[in-house]
Protein backbone atom coordinates (compact mmCIF):
# COMPACT_ATOMS: atom_id res chain seq x y z
CA UNK A 1 0.00 0.00 0.00
CA UNK A 2 1.28 3.31 -1.14
CA UNK A 3 1.23 4.97 2.43
CA UNK A 4 3.61 1.99 4.02
CA UNK A 5 5.69 1.51 1.06
CA UNK A 6 5.87 5.14 0.49
CA UNK A 7 7.34 5.88 3.72
CA UNK A 8 9.63 3.53 3.46
CA UNK A 9 11.72 5.41 0.50
CA UNK A 10 11.65 8.46 1.95
CA UNK A 11 14.93 9.70 2.98
CA UNK A 12 14.65 8.69 7.18
CA UNK A 13 16.89 11.74 7.70
CA UNK A 14 14.70 14.29 7.12
CA UNK A 15 10.68 13.58 8.03
CA UNK A 16 8.49 14.89 5.52
CA UNK A 17 5.41 16.49 6.20
CA UNK A 18 2.92 13.47 5.29
CA UNK A 19 5.39 11.51 7.94
CA UNK A 20 5.11 14.13 10.37
CA UNK A 21 1.88 13.94 10.54
CA UNK A 22 1.22 10.01 11.05
CA UNK A 23 2.54 10.90 14.16
CA UNK A 24 0.32 13.36 14.89
CA UNK A 25 -2.71 12.50 13.77
CA UNK A 26 -4.62 9.88 15.78
CA UNK A 27 -6.49 7.16 14.89
CA UNK A 28 -9.97 8.64 16.31
CA UNK A 29 -9.40 11.59 13.67
CA UNK A 30 -9.55 9.46 10.73
CA UNK A 31 -11.35 6.07 11.56
CA UNK A 32 -15.03 5.54 10.06
CA UNK A 33 -17.32 5.81 13.61
CA UNK A 34 -20.26 4.27 12.52
CA UNK A 35 -19.05 0.68 12.23
CA UNK A 36 -21.78 -1.94 10.99
CA UNK A 37 -21.44 -5.00 13.23
CA UNK A 38 -22.72 -8.46 13.82
CA UNK A 39 -23.94 -10.57 16.62
CA UNK A 40 -22.26 -13.99 16.99
CA UNK A 41 -25.64 -15.88 16.68
CA UNK A 42 -25.90 -13.65 13.01
CA UNK A 43 -25.50 -15.87 9.70
CA UNK A 44 -23.00 -16.23 7.37
CA UNK A 45 -26.36 -14.57 4.68
CA UNK A 46 -26.45 -11.83 7.03
CA UNK A 47 -22.20 -11.23 6.28
CA UNK A 48 -23.11 -11.86 2.70
CA UNK A 49 -25.98 -8.66 2.26
CA UNK A 50 -23.86 -6.35 4.68
CA UNK A 51 -20.51 -7.15 2.91
CA UNK A 52 -22.42 -6.55 -0.11
CA UNK A 53 -24.99 -3.41 0.92
CA UNK A 54 -21.86 -1.80 2.20
CA UNK A 55 -19.23 -2.38 -0.17
CA UNK A 56 -16.48 -3.56 2.50
CA UNK A 57 -15.05 -6.14 2.96
CA UNK A 58 -14.75 -7.35 6.64
CA UNK A 59 -17.31 -6.87 9.54
CA UNK A 60 -16.70 -6.70 13.62
CA UNK A 61 -18.36 -9.39 15.66
CA UNK A 62 -19.87 -7.92 18.89
CA UNK A 63 -21.38 -9.63 21.96
CA UNK A 64 -23.58 -6.80 24.11
CA UNK A 65 -20.48 -3.84 23.81
CA UNK A 66 -17.55 -6.35 23.75
CA UNK A 67 -15.60 -6.81 20.20
CA UNK A 68 -15.11 -10.23 20.17
CA UNK A 69 -14.23 -11.37 16.91
CA UNK A 70 -14.03 -9.99 13.08
CA UNK A 71 -15.30 -11.90 10.06
CA UNK A 72 -14.05 -11.24 6.40
CA UNK A 73 -14.92 -11.88 3.03
CA UNK A 74 -12.50 -14.22 2.71
CA UNK A 75 -14.37 -16.24 5.45
CA UNK A 76 -17.50 -15.95 3.86
CA UNK A 77 -16.06 -17.68 0.62
CA UNK A 78 -13.93 -20.55 2.68
CA UNK A 79 -17.46 -21.28 4.23
CA UNK A 80 -19.42 -21.45 1.04
CA UNK A 81 -16.43 -23.62 -0.58
CA UNK A 82 -16.74 -26.30 1.99
CA UNK A 83 -20.56 -26.40 2.73
CA UNK A 84 -21.84 -25.03 -0.25
CA UNK A 85 -25.22 -23.15 -0.64
CA UNK A 86 -25.66 -24.14 3.06
CA UNK A 87 -23.11 -22.19 4.22
CA UNK A 88 -25.25 -19.41 4.15
CA UNK A 89 -26.71 -20.29 7.73
CA UNK A 90 -23.80 -21.13 9.13
CA UNK A 91 -23.62 -19.08 12.52
CA UNK A 92 -20.85 -16.26 12.39
CA UNK A 93 -19.03 -17.64 15.47
CA UNK A 94 -17.99 -20.63 13.92
CA UNK A 95 -16.07 -18.53 10.97
CA UNK A 96 -15.22 -15.26 12.65
CA UNK A 97 -11.24 -14.79 13.54
CA UNK A 98 -11.63 -14.93 17.19
CA UNK A 99 -8.08 -13.15 18.73
CA UNK A 100 -8.51 -10.16 16.97
CA UNK A 101 -5.89 -7.10 16.16
CA UNK A 102 -7.11 -4.09 17.57
CA UNK A 103 -6.15 -0.58 17.71
CA UNK A 104 -6.68 2.09 20.27
CA UNK A 105 -8.70 5.21 19.51
CA UNK A 106 -5.89 7.57 20.80
CA UNK A 107 -3.25 5.96 19.31
CA UNK A 108 -0.80 8.07 15.98
CA UNK A 109 -1.62 6.31 13.17
CA UNK A 110 1.76 5.63 12.31
CA UNK A 111 1.45 2.96 14.93
CA UNK A 112 -1.71 1.66 12.74
CA UNK A 113 0.52 1.88 9.30
CA UNK A 114 2.99 -0.79 11.19
CA UNK A 115 0.42 -3.26 11.64
CA UNK A 116 -0.90 -3.27 8.34
CA UNK A 117 2.62 -3.86 7.35
CA UNK A 118 3.78 -6.59 9.80
CA UNK A 119 0.36 -8.10 9.36
CA UNK A 120 -0.33 -7.58 6.33
CA UNK A 121 -4.83 -6.99 6.93
CA UNK A 122 -6.95 -4.60 5.62
CA UNK A 123 -8.39 -3.21 8.44
CA UNK A 124 -8.27 -2.60 12.44
CA UNK A 125 -11.44 -2.61 14.58
CA UNK A 126 -10.90 0.11 16.81
CA UNK A 127 -11.31 0.05 20.45
CA UNK A 128 -11.11 2.61 23.47
CA UNK A 129 -8.59 2.04 25.47
CA UNK A 130 -10.15 2.11 28.71
CA UNK A 131 -13.67 0.60 28.30
CA UNK A 132 -12.10 -2.28 25.31
CA UNK A 133 -15.53 -1.15 23.42
CA UNK A 134 -15.54 -0.91 19.91
CA UNK A 135 -15.92 2.57 18.68
CA UNK A 136 -14.99 2.63 14.88
CA UNK A 137 -12.98 0.65 11.87
CA UNK A 138 -9.88 2.22 10.14
CA UNK A 139 -8.54 0.94 6.61
CA UNK A 140 -5.27 2.36 4.83
CA UNK A 141 -8.58 3.92 2.50
CA UNK A 142 -8.91 5.81 5.50
CA UNK A 143 -5.69 6.71 6.51
CA UNK A 144 -4.63 8.10 3.14
CA UNK A 145 -8.09 10.21 3.21
CA UNK A 146 -7.32 11.68 6.71
CA UNK A 147 -3.89 12.47 5.71
CA UNK A 148 -5.29 13.96 2.59
CA UNK A 149 -7.49 16.08 4.28
CA UNK A 150 -5.26 17.36 6.82
CA UNK A 151 -2.32 18.09 4.51
CA UNK A 152 -5.62 20.16 2.36
CA UNK A 153 -5.90 22.08 5.58
CA UNK A 154 -2.57 22.66 6.24
CA UNK A 155 -1.70 24.24 2.65
CA UNK A 156 -4.75 26.34 3.32
CA UNK A 157 -3.67 27.59 6.57
CA UNK A 158 -0.31 28.32 4.99
CA UNK A 159 -1.43 29.51 1.75
CA UNK A 160 -3.35 32.34 3.86
CA UNK A 161 -0.80 33.22 5.93
CA UNK A 162 1.80 33.88 3.23
CA UNK A 163 -0.14 35.71 0.78
CA UNK A 164 -2.70 37.74 2.89
CA UNK A 165 -1.76 39.62 6.02
CA UNK A 166 -4.80 41.92 6.03
CA UNK A 167 -5.91 40.20 9.53
CA UNK A 168 -2.88 41.76 11.03
CA UNK A 169 -4.63 45.29 12.19
CA UNK A 170 -7.91 43.21 13.10
CA UNK A 171 -5.89 40.84 15.19
CA UNK A 172 -3.73 42.81 17.23
CA UNK A 173 -5.90 44.44 19.83
CA UNK A 174 -5.11 48.24 20.47
CA UNK A 175 -6.58 51.39 19.71
CA UNK A 176 -4.60 51.87 16.58
CA UNK A 177 -1.81 49.72 15.65
CA UNK A 178 1.37 50.87 13.26
CA UNK A 179 3.39 48.95 11.20
CA UNK A 180 6.70 49.70 10.54
CA UNK A 181 8.83 48.01 7.71
CA UNK A 182 12.57 49.39 7.02
CA UNK A 183 14.47 49.12 3.85
CA UNK A 184 17.97 50.18 3.98
CA UNK A 185 19.16 51.38 0.62
CA UNK A 186 22.93 51.44 -0.29
CA UNK A 187 23.79 55.08 -2.62
CA UNK A 188 25.34 53.87 -5.95
CA UNK A 189 24.03 50.35 -6.14
CA UNK A 190 22.03 51.17 -9.48
CA UNK A 191 21.68 47.62 -10.39
CA UNK A 192 19.79 46.71 -7.58
CA UNK A 193 17.64 50.53 -7.05
CA UNK A 194 14.15 49.82 -6.84
CA UNK A 195 14.31 46.73 -5.21
CA UNK A 196 13.37 47.82 -1.91
CA UNK A 197 10.37 49.82 -3.25
CA UNK A 198 9.12 46.34 -4.73
CA UNK A 199 9.50 44.50 -1.05
CA UNK A 200 7.57 47.13 0.30
CA UNK A 201 4.92 47.11 -2.70
CA UNK A 202 4.54 43.22 -1.93
CA UNK A 203 3.88 44.19 1.30
CA UNK A 204 1.30 46.36 0.88
CA UNK A 205 -0.60 43.93 -1.57
CA UNK A 206 -0.42 41.22 1.41
CA UNK A 207 -1.65 43.67 3.98
CA UNK A 208 -4.98 44.29 0.99
CA UNK A 209 -4.42 47.72 0.41
CA UNK A 210 -6.27 48.60 -2.76
CA UNK A 211 -4.09 49.01 -5.98
CA UNK A 212 -4.69 52.73 -6.46
CA UNK A 213 -3.30 53.23 -2.69
CA UNK A 214 -0.12 50.99 -3.10
CA UNK A 215 0.48 52.44 -6.67
CA UNK A 216 0.53 56.06 -5.23
CA UNK A 217 2.97 54.66 -2.63
CA UNK A 218 5.16 52.72 -4.45
CA UNK A 219 5.57 55.06 -7.02
CA UNK A 220 6.32 57.86 -4.56
CA UNK A 221 8.68 55.63 -2.75
CA UNK A 222 10.34 54.25 -5.60
CA UNK A 223 11.54 57.84 -6.54
CA UNK A 224 12.58 58.68 -2.90
CA UNK A 225 14.67 55.30 -2.95
CA UNK A 226 16.38 56.57 -6.86
CA UNK A 227 17.22 59.99 -5.11
CA UNK A 228 18.85 57.66 -2.40
CA UNK A 229 20.61 56.09 -4.60
CA UNK A 230 21.66 58.33 -7.32
CA UNK A 231 22.93 61.07 -4.49
CA UNK A 232 23.97 59.69 -1.51
CA UNK A 233 25.66 57.39 0.12
CA UNK A 234 22.95 55.77 2.19
CA UNK A 235 19.47 55.83 3.54
CA UNK A 236 16.65 54.09 4.59
CA UNK A 237 12.97 53.92 3.90
CA UNK A 238 10.68 53.76 7.03
CA UNK A 239 7.61 52.82 6.42
CA UNK A 240 4.54 53.75 8.98
CA UNK A 241 1.53 51.40 7.78
CA UNK A 242 -2.08 52.16 9.36
CA UNK A 243 -5.53 50.96 8.10
CA UNK A 244 -5.83 54.74 7.26
CA UNK A 245 -2.89 55.77 6.41
CA UNK A 246 0.59 54.84 4.97
CA UNK A 247 3.60 56.99 5.76
CA UNK A 248 6.71 56.91 4.38
CA UNK A 249 10.21 58.04 5.78
CA UNK A 250 13.28 58.66 3.22
CA UNK A 251 16.15 59.43 5.49
CA UNK A 252 19.33 59.72 4.03
CA UNK A 253 22.80 60.83 5.27
CA UNK A 254 24.06 63.21 2.76
CA UNK A 255 25.03 65.46 0.82
CA UNK A 256 21.79 67.13 1.36
CA UNK A 257 19.88 69.58 -1.21
CA UNK A 258 20.98 73.46 -1.64
CA UNK A 259 17.62 74.69 -2.41
CA UNK A 260 14.52 72.53 -1.47
CA UNK A 261 12.41 74.89 -3.15
CA UNK A 262 14.30 74.42 -6.57
CA UNK A 263 14.61 71.31 -5.98
CA UNK A 264 11.10 71.07 -5.64
CA UNK A 265 10.34 72.88 -9.25
CA UNK A 266 9.28 70.47 -12.44
CA UNK A 267 12.24 69.92 -14.36
CA UNK A 268 14.63 71.35 -11.88
CA UNK A 269 17.74 68.52 -11.69
CA UNK A 270 21.21 68.58 -10.87
CA UNK A 271 21.37 65.46 -11.76
CA UNK A 272 24.96 64.54 -13.75
CA UNK A 273 24.37 63.10 -17.59
CA UNK A 274 24.91 59.55 -16.14
CA UNK A 275 21.99 59.55 -14.32
CA UNK A 276 19.70 60.93 -17.06
CA UNK A 277 21.04 57.78 -19.11
CA UNK A 278 19.54 55.79 -16.52
CA UNK A 279 16.25 57.26 -17.06
CA UNK A 280 16.25 59.35 -13.87
CA UNK A 281 17.18 62.81 -13.39
CA UNK A 282 14.77 64.73 -14.95
CA UNK A 283 13.54 67.29 -12.14
CA UNK A 284 10.24 65.11 -11.67
CA UNK A 285 11.01 62.68 -9.25
CA UNK A 286 10.12 65.69 -5.97
CA UNK A 287 7.62 67.13 -7.84
CA UNK A 288 6.03 63.00 -8.65
CA UNK A 289 6.23 62.12 -5.01
CA UNK A 290 4.07 65.39 -4.55
CA UNK A 291 1.53 64.92 -6.79
CA UNK A 292 1.09 61.10 -5.85
CA UNK A 293 1.09 61.58 -2.06
CA UNK A 294 -2.07 63.54 0.27
CA UNK A 295 1.28 65.04 2.39
CA UNK A 296 5.02 66.13 2.16
CA UNK A 297 7.38 68.15 4.00
CA UNK A 298 11.23 67.70 2.64
CA UNK A 299 13.61 68.92 5.27
CA UNK A 300 17.56 69.35 4.10
CA UNK A 301 20.98 70.30 5.32
CA UNK A 302 23.56 70.48 3.16
CA UNK A 303 26.46 68.03 4.30
CA UNK A 304 23.82 66.23 7.22
CA UNK A 305 21.09 64.84 4.94
CA UNK A 306 18.23 65.16 3.88
CA UNK A 307 14.26 64.11 5.52
CA UNK A 308 11.35 63.83 3.39
CA UNK A 309 8.01 62.83 4.55
CA UNK A 310 4.84 61.93 2.57
CA UNK A 311 1.92 60.30 3.54
CA UNK A 312 -1.22 58.08 1.48
CA UNK A 313 -4.24 57.92 2.67
CA UNK A 314 -6.11 54.91 2.05
CA UNK A 315 -8.92 54.46 0.67
CA UNK A 316 -10.63 50.67 1.59
CA UNK B 1 -5.29 46.40 -27.42
CA UNK B 2 -4.31 42.27 -27.28
CA UNK B 3 -0.44 41.66 -26.63
CA UNK B 4 -0.63 39.87 -30.02
CA UNK B 5 -1.92 42.40 -31.53
CA UNK B 6 1.05 44.88 -30.70
CA UNK B 7 3.49 42.54 -31.34
CA UNK B 8 1.87 42.10 -35.25
CA UNK B 9 1.63 45.94 -35.67
CA UNK B 10 5.27 46.43 -34.89
CA UNK B 11 7.14 42.95 -35.66
CA UNK B 12 8.11 42.50 -32.31
CA UNK B 13 9.93 39.30 -30.60
CA UNK B 14 8.49 38.31 -27.04
CA UNK B 15 11.43 38.31 -24.80
CA UNK B 16 8.70 37.29 -22.09
CA UNK B 17 5.51 36.76 -21.24
CA UNK B 18 2.50 35.71 -18.68
CA UNK B 19 0.18 33.01 -18.50
CA UNK B 20 -2.77 34.61 -18.95
CA UNK B 21 -1.66 36.88 -22.22
CA UNK B 22 -4.49 36.87 -24.29
CA UNK B 23 -6.22 38.19 -21.27
CA UNK B 24 -3.63 41.53 -20.57
CA UNK B 25 -5.76 44.32 -22.58
CA UNK B 26 -3.68 47.27 -23.27
CA UNK B 27 -5.96 50.78 -22.98
CA UNK B 28 -3.12 53.15 -24.01
CA UNK B 29 0.70 53.81 -23.73
CA UNK B 30 3.41 55.66 -23.11
CA UNK B 31 6.78 56.58 -24.90
CA UNK B 32 9.62 57.84 -22.96
CA UNK B 33 13.51 56.84 -21.89
CA UNK B 34 12.90 59.35 -18.64
CA UNK B 35 11.45 57.13 -16.09
CA UNK B 36 10.60 60.07 -14.10
CA UNK B 37 8.28 61.02 -16.83
CA UNK B 38 6.80 58.21 -17.48
CA UNK B 39 5.80 57.43 -13.64
CA UNK B 40 4.41 60.61 -13.76
CA UNK B 41 1.96 60.00 -16.58
CA UNK B 42 1.39 56.90 -16.98
CA UNK B 43 -1.80 54.77 -16.40
CA UNK B 44 -2.19 50.93 -15.07
CA UNK B 45 -2.72 48.72 -17.98
CA UNK B 46 -0.77 50.73 -20.42
CA UNK B 47 2.45 50.03 -22.54
CA UNK B 48 5.08 51.35 -22.41
CA UNK B 49 7.77 52.22 -25.60
CA UNK B 50 11.59 52.55 -24.33
CA UNK B 51 14.70 52.48 -25.19
CA UNK B 52 16.21 51.89 -22.02
CA UNK B 53 17.54 48.70 -20.96
CA UNK B 54 17.92 48.74 -17.34
CA UNK B 55 16.41 46.66 -13.95
CA UNK B 56 14.85 50.66 -13.37
CA UNK B 57 12.30 50.34 -16.46
CA UNK B 58 10.66 46.80 -14.76
CA UNK B 59 10.84 48.81 -11.46
CA UNK B 60 8.75 51.74 -13.19
CA UNK B 61 6.21 49.35 -14.92
CA UNK B 62 5.70 47.21 -11.93
CA UNK B 63 5.67 50.13 -9.47
CA UNK B 64 3.14 52.23 -11.86
CA UNK B 65 0.81 49.01 -13.14
CA UNK B 66 2.01 49.03 -16.25
CA UNK B 67 1.90 45.39 -17.91
CA UNK B 68 3.49 45.49 -21.08
CA UNK B 69 6.95 47.11 -21.75
CA UNK B 70 7.91 47.43 -25.53
CA UNK B 71 11.98 48.12 -26.00
CA UNK B 72 12.29 49.78 -29.29
CA UNK B 73 15.36 50.44 -32.00
CA UNK B 74 16.52 46.79 -31.87
CA UNK B 75 17.92 47.01 -28.36
CA UNK B 76 17.18 44.02 -25.58
CA UNK B 77 17.77 44.01 -22.10
CA UNK B 78 20.01 41.58 -20.44
CA UNK B 79 19.36 37.67 -19.37
CA UNK B 80 18.74 38.83 -15.59
CA UNK B 81 16.66 41.79 -16.40
CA UNK B 82 14.01 39.33 -18.10
CA UNK B 83 13.79 37.47 -15.13
CA UNK B 84 13.25 40.34 -13.45
CA UNK B 85 10.19 40.86 -15.47
CA UNK B 86 9.46 37.48 -15.52
CA UNK B 87 8.97 37.35 -11.62
CA UNK B 88 7.18 40.27 -11.69
CA UNK B 89 5.02 39.01 -14.62
CA UNK B 90 4.98 41.78 -16.73
CA UNK B 91 5.33 41.01 -20.52
CA UNK B 92 8.12 42.60 -22.41
CA UNK B 93 8.83 42.58 -26.42
CA UNK B 94 11.47 44.32 -28.78
CA UNK B 95 10.75 45.76 -31.84
CA UNK B 96 12.96 46.55 -34.63
CA UNK B 97 12.13 49.70 -35.37
CA UNK B 98 12.71 53.55 -33.79
CA UNK B 99 10.81 55.04 -31.05
CA UNK B 100 8.88 57.44 -33.62
CA UNK B 101 7.87 54.81 -35.68
CA UNK B 102 6.43 52.58 -33.43
CA UNK B 103 4.37 55.31 -31.81
CA UNK B 104 3.18 55.88 -34.77
CA UNK B 105 2.24 52.67 -36.49
CA UNK B 106 0.38 51.59 -32.92
CA UNK B 107 -1.49 55.57 -32.43
CA UNK B 108 -2.41 55.05 -36.13
CA UNK B 109 -3.73 51.34 -35.58
CA UNK B 110 -6.18 53.04 -32.67
CA UNK B 111 -3.86 53.07 -29.48
CA UNK B 112 -4.12 56.04 -27.63
CA UNK B 113 -1.37 58.12 -25.51
CA UNK B 114 -1.56 58.68 -21.48
CA UNK B 115 -1.01 61.78 -21.91
CA UNK B 116 -4.40 62.38 -23.82
CA UNK B 117 -5.76 60.64 -21.22
CA UNK B 118 -4.33 62.74 -18.23
CA UNK B 119 -5.07 65.69 -20.45
CA UNK B 120 -9.05 64.48 -20.29
CA UNK B 121 -9.15 63.66 -16.57
CA UNK B 122 -7.45 67.24 -15.94
CA UNK B 123 -3.93 67.29 -15.05
CA UNK B 124 -3.91 67.31 -11.15
CA UNK B 125 -5.71 63.41 -10.93
CA UNK B 126 -3.68 61.82 -7.90
CA UNK B 127 -4.40 58.12 -9.53
Same mark, same amino acid.
Given at each position: ??????????????????????????????????????????????????????????????????????????????????????????????? =??????????????????????????????????????????????????????????????????????????????????????????????????????????????????????????????????????????????????????? =?????????????????????????????????????????????????????????????????????? | ???????????????????????????????????????????????????????????????????????????????????????????????????????????????????????????????
Amino acid at each position: MSVVQGMKTMDPKVPSKTQELTYELKVKQVMRKNVTSLKPDSTMNEVRRILRDNKISGIPVVDGDKLVGIVTIEDLLICLHELGVRGIDEKVKSR =MTKNVITVYSDEPIIRVVGKFEKTGYGRFPVVDRNKKKLVGIITKGDIIEGLLRKLEIDYLKEEIHTYRASHIFTDINSNGSTLILRYRIIGGEFTKAGEQTSKLRKNLLRLGFMPETIRRVAISAFEAEMNIVIYTTEGELIANIQPDKI =MINAIDSGPGIPDVKKAMRPGYSTAPDWVRELGFGAGMGLPNIKSYSDEMTLESEVNKGTNLNFVVYTKK | MKVSEIVKILDAEILSTVENESQVNITMACGSDLMSDVLAFIKSESLLLTGLTTPQVVYTAENAGVNVVCFVRGKKPRGEIVDLAKEKEIVLLAAKNGMFECCGKLYKNGLIGCFEISKQKSLGSKI
